[in-house]
């Protein structure tokens, strides 16, 4: 019997040293500033936004987010901090902006994934974006709460089909140190979370090996 111990080549490793391709999704916004500040140099990082950043897409529009897979080429990782939603008490609640919630921020987010199959590298990842909103409501966004809802369980049940070691992850944070002056007013006694802890919880994901999980910043 051959007891000869299996030996890794670091170097072949998918380690946070490796330079990795990524795009950010929603890179000028609170969180997607976060997590362009807390990525090593090392990486080449493209920003996309509608309107702002290296490339403009919409999440909203299929179209628009192949078109965007195009002129980038393959990358090694895909975060997104994008996906707007709308407020509204619950008896007013007009199915129209519930599904402006529903088609911006967990469809655009999936059809993100579902288009960049094909342009993820062996062993590559996306990052998804929900919120607390799920899971310690606040009113007036039952929106936002069921588009995070759909998009965790996207997540959990994409992860056991991902093909060549890829993985897929969703963050899901309270509301942000920089985004109280925004929002503070609508999330009565929330603590807010330090961006230095939102940054860790992206990089977990991105130069981490961890898949199919909900990671927690609250
Ligand atoms: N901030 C927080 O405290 C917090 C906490 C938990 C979860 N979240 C979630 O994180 C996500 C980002 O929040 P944020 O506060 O960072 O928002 P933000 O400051 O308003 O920034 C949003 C970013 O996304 C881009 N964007 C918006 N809609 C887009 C679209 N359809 N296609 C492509 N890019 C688009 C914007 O760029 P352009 O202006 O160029 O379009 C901008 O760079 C949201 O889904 C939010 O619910 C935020």
Avoid: W
């Amino acid at each position: 019997m051959n007891h000869a111990r299996k030996t890794t080549n670091l170097a072949e490793m998918n380690t946070s040293t490796r330079p990795l391709r990524i795009i950010v999704i929603g890179a000028k916004g609170h969180v997607g500033t976060t997590v362009c500040e807390a990525l090593p140099s090392h990486h080449d990082v493209i920003k996309v936004g509608r309107n702002s950043g290296d490339v403009n897409a919409d999440i909203s529009d299929r179209s628009s987010i192949e078109a965007m897979y195009e002129e980038i080429g393959k990358i090694d990782a895909v975060v997104l901090a994008a996906g707007a939603v709308h407020f509204c008490p619950l008896e007013q609640f007009p199915e129209d902006k519930f599904l402006f919630n529903l088609m911006h921020k967990a469809m655009g987010q999936i059809n993100c994934v579902l288009s960049g199959l094909d342009y993820l590298n062996d062993g590559g990842s996306f990052t998804l974006t929900s919120g607390i909103l799920d899971r310690d409501p606040i009113r007036m966004a039952s929106g936002a709460a069921a588009a995070n809802g759909a998009i965790g369980g996207f997540v959990k049940s994409a992860a056991i089909e991902m093909p060549r070691n890829t993985r897929i992850n969703v963050v899901s944070t309270g509301l942000q140190d920089i985004s109280v002056e925004r929002y503070g007013s609508v999330f009565p006694g929330h603590t807010p979370v330090s961006s230095e802890r939102v940054a860790y919880a992206y990089l977990k994901c991105v130069e981490g090996g961890i898949n199919g999980q909900l990671v927690t910043v609250d």
